[in-house]
């Protein structure tokens, strides 16, 4: 993110990390048995989501897209690379999903007009996935937070400041009423990539 918390400018441009820390992003999907995105992010960047600027097998990718909204033609369609999981609720059409499934995703479904996060966790533990690397975007990040699924939180700190009210923050969704009700966190690390600094957090009471 940039110095004021920011993962897109308010035209959506989100090309923040240097080379360094793509490498080390590369690295925690690699080491990860999934990567998880929302259909937020799945559609402003369509993302690869695969391990390419280090050597390492491509984690299962997983979609939250409550109505199946990932379109067919995606480019993460095109990386025959792994399993490719989008995650439904049960207002999703019937047409979508078997689009989606034509074009090499499998449809989970877990939660009546969204996906139940949790409900997914367990499914996804129950065939053996144990690690899961969230991208985003801010409004999945939330969610995560608030129900208590998130172990860690890293945070790349580059040398920008972007503004703008209609910026993307990391984190978005509802918020916390007040600061009492916020998410804690304990500090485990503090490093650097090049002109960036990555801060290592735990999220506490998770």
Same mark, same amino acid.
């Given at each position: 993110m940039?110095?004021?918390?920011?993962i897109?400018?308010k035209?959506?441009?989100?090309?923040?990390?240097?080379?360094?820390?793509?490498?080390?992003?590369?690295?925690?999907r690699?080491?990860?048995?999934?990567?998880?995105?929302g259909?937020?992010?799945?559609?402003?960047?369509?993302?690869?989501l695969?391990?390419?600027?280090?050597?390492?097998?491509?984690?299962?990718?997983?979609?939250?897209?409550?109505l199946?909204?990932?379109?067919?033609?995606?480019?993460i369609?095109?990386?025959?690379?792994?399993?490719?999981?989008?995650?439904?609720s049960?207002?999703a059409?019937?047409?979508?999903?078997?689009?989606?499934?034509?074009?090499?995703?499998e449809?989970?479904?877990? *939660?009546?007009?969204?996906?139940?996060?949790?409900?997914?966790?367990?499914k996804?533990?129950? &065939?053996?996935?144990?690690?899961?690397?969230?991208? *985003?975007?801010?409004?999945?990040?939330w969610?995560m937070?608030?129900e208590?699924?998130?172990?860690?939180?890293?945070?790349t700190?580059?040398?920008?400041?972007? *503004?703008g009210?209609?910026?993307?923050?990391?984190?978005?969704?509802?918020?916390?009423?007040d600061?009492?009700?916020?998410?804690?966190?304990?500090?485990?690390?503090v490093?650097?990539?090049?002109?960036e600094?990555?801060?290592?957090?735990?999220? &506490?009471?998770?």
């Amino acid at each position: 993110m940039t110095l004021d918390g920011k993962i897109a400018t308010k035209s959506g441009d989100s090309h923040i990390s240097s080379n360094q820390d793509l490498q080390h992003l590369h690295s925690m999907r690699a080491e990860s048995d999934a990567v998880m995105i929302g259909i937020g992010t799945q559609l402003k960047d369509d993302p690869l989501l695969t391990v390419r600027r280090v050597k390492g097998r491509t984690p299962i990718r997983v979609i939250i897209d409550n109505l199946a909204k990932t379109p067919p033609n995606s480019r993460i369609f095109s990386a025959k690379d792994g399993r490719i999981i989008i995650a439904v609720s049960n207002k999703a059409p019937t047409t979508r999903l078997a689009k989606l499934r034509c074009a090499g995703a499998e449809v989970i479904h877990c *939660g009546i007009e969204r996906v139940n996060l949790s409900k997914l966790l367990s499914k996804l533990r129950s &065939e053996g996935i144990r690690s899961i690397l969230l991208e *985003g975007g801010g409004g999945l990040n939330w969610s995560m937070l608030r129900e208590g699924l998130v172990d860690e939180v890293i945070v790349t700190i580059a040398p920008l400041i972007a *503004g703008g009210e209609e910026a993307t923050t990391v984190v978005e969704g509802a918020g916390a009423r007040d600061m009492n009700s916020a998410i804690k966190l304990s500090l485990r690390n503090v490093g650097r990539t090049g002109k960036e600094i990555v801060l290592s957090y735990k999220v &506490e009471n998770s």
